[in-house]
């Protein structure tokens, strides 16, 4: 079988940067996601820029500052200045009559801006997208006019075009400090409670990283990180892949349809 293995979140913080580094080096991780809105961006483009990774990026509306002029996007940010978080999204959702509240013309705004932000650090377009924590039909949209813009294909789009299996997760929601400091992710992988085994191919979406105290201020997702790290770097995991003869790939490895997009 094949199987796809992604980290999400490089450049939220250093220390996250730093674990996914780790988790590609010396790992199975074979793709990440960039945030570009960060103030740690600049330095994780520098970190990333002679890996050889699938390098895509993390559209991200609900963490940090914005990179688009925050005059042109008033709705989707709070009084200072810091994007709405993903909570507060879906709480301003169920008070809309549409229950999708985002404005499309912002959102593309800032799209766009954090494509273009991707391009200007890293020297290249982003080999995919992929939606942060918070999705509507509007941020879909978006997504799909950026696809075409940018002729990039979108995670998850293509990862069903190619008929791909998505390993079942170990996050929940909410997921408190107590639950991930219980979760184990290495056991979760290696014993398939994933249900992936058996598929032509499959994809596994976890979060490596180290923690930094910047990190506790943009998400809810801290102490798992170093749980999906050690899994992705644990000879257990290198050792369930080689057994049940899995090949390890990348959205590079994946058709991509503009028109699905």
Not at 91 to 98: M, V
Not at 166 to 176: C, D, G, L, Q
Not at 178 to 188: G, I, P, V, W
Request: charged share 25%; hydrophobic share 35%.
């Amino acid at each position: 079988m094949k199987l796809l293995i992604q980290s999400d979140d490089y450049g939220i913080t250093e220390a996250v940067s730093c674990g996914i580094i780790k988790a590609i080096t010396e790992g199975v991780v074979r793709c990440t996601g960039m945030f570009t809105n960060m103030p740690s961006s600049k330095k994780a483009a520098e970190m990333i820029k002679d890996i050889d990774v699938c390098l895509g990026i993390d559209i991200n509306f609900v963490a940090g500052k914005p990179v688009a002029d925050p005059k042109l996007i008033p709705s989707m940010i709070r009084s200072d200045g810091f994007f709405y978080d993903s909570r507060q999204r879906r709480q301003l959702d169920k008070e809309c009559e549409s229950h999708d509240h985002v404005n499309y013309e912002e959102a593309l705004i800032e799209g766009r801006a954090q494509v273009e932000r991707f391009i200007e650090l890293n020297g290249k377009k982003p080999e995919y997208l992929h939606g942060h924590a918070y999705g509507s039909p509007t941020t879909a949209k978006v997504m799909e006019t950026l696809s075409k813009e940018y002729n990039i294909g979108i995670s998850h789009t293509m990862l069903d075009a190619n008929q791909a299996k998505m390993a079942k997760s170990w996050y929940t929601v909410p997921f408190t400090l107590e639950q991930q400091m219980a979760c184990n992710t290495k056991e979760f992988l290696t014993h398939d409670k994933g249900e992936i085994l058996g598929s032509e191919i499959a994809a596994i979406i976890s979060h490596c990283g180290y923690i930094d105290a910047p990190l506790f201020d943009v998400t809810s997702f801290t102490v798992i990180r170093t749980k999906d790290l050690e899994a992705m770097t644990s000879p257990e995991m290198k050792q369930w892949i080689k057994e049940n003869n899995i090949e390890l790939i990348s959205y590079r490895d994946l058709d991509f349809n503009p028109a699905l997009s």
